[in-house]
């Protein structure tokens, strides 16, 4: 268990709609990561917020947002849903000063029908 | 930009073997991390070692040890005595290194090992 928690851990949702990702980082933690993995893509890097700010963004979506909450925890919004976007989303949390690894969250599987 | 490139799809070793993966990367970056993470078929993305561009040490975690030729930019893992429970997806990753700690992990696109009994 990497401390890291996501909900919910299914969703199956309709082409056109949105949805709301939400994680909890570790303890202390004070960046949180967004990832998608698909069969298609891989593993990519969404988004980054270090203790509420944006930090990073990789290759996002602009029907996709997130924010950082002042309690740490991150919600990744995806709107206008598409099939493509069927794929496991990621959270990982790290210290975001010197401390660089990131712990990865169990995932959020979603399948657009 | 950053690119990781992992050569072998797939790789098969008897239990107890060892065995080693491949992995190069591309980067114009001088300050950097390199890791590796297990993905077994849960899913789960677990961190099995890391290692910083500035150290020329080999890091090493059990079982577990990378060769890392920073010149070659090349960053492979070997797993010494290999274990039923090392079968999994095995992906290299890179992050560069920034005020702020670091940014978005570029994975390559994964390794498939398999261990026989």
């Known amino acids: 268990d990497s401390g890291v928690t996501q909900t919910p851990k299914h969703l199956i949702t309709a082409t056109g709609q949105r949805v709301s990702l939400r994680c909890s980082p570790r303890s202390g933690d004070l960046s949180v990561y967004w990832y998608q993995q698909s069969l298609d893509q891989g593993l990519q890097f969404l988004i980054q917020y270090y203790n509420g700010e944006e930090r990073a963004k990789g290759n996002i979506l602009e029907r996709f947002s997130a924010q950082q909450f002042p309690d740490l925890h991150s919600e990744l919004n995806l709107s206008s849903l598409e099939l493509g976007d069927s794929a496991l989303y990621f959270c990982a949390s790290s210290v975001g000063t010197m401390n660089y690894e990131q712990y990865f969250g169990p995932g959020t599987r979603l399948t657009v029908t | 930009a950053q690119t990781v490139t992992q050569s072998q799809p797939e790789m098969s070793v008897q239990e107890a073997e060892t065995v080693t993966l491949s992995c190069t990367y591309d980067?114009?970056?001088?300050?950097?991390?390199l890791f590796w993470y297990k993905q077994p078929p849960s899913r789960q993305m677990i961190l099995v070692i890391r290692?910083?561009?500035?150290?020329?040490q080999n890091a090493t975690e059990n079982r577990f040890s990378v060769n890392f030729q920073k010149a070659a930019k090349s960053f492979s893992l070997k797993i010494s005595d290999s274990q039923l429970g090392d079968t999994a997806m095995y992906f290299c990753?890179?992050?560069?290194?920034?005020?702020?700690?670091?940014?978005?992990?570029?994975f390559g696109k994964g390794t498939h090992l398999i261990i026989q009994p």
């Open positions: 290692q910083e561009a500035y150290k020329q």
């Open positions: 990753a890179f992050s560069a290194r920034s005020g702020g700690g670091a940014d978005g992990l570029t």
């Open positions: 980067t114009s970056e001088n300050n950097y991390y």
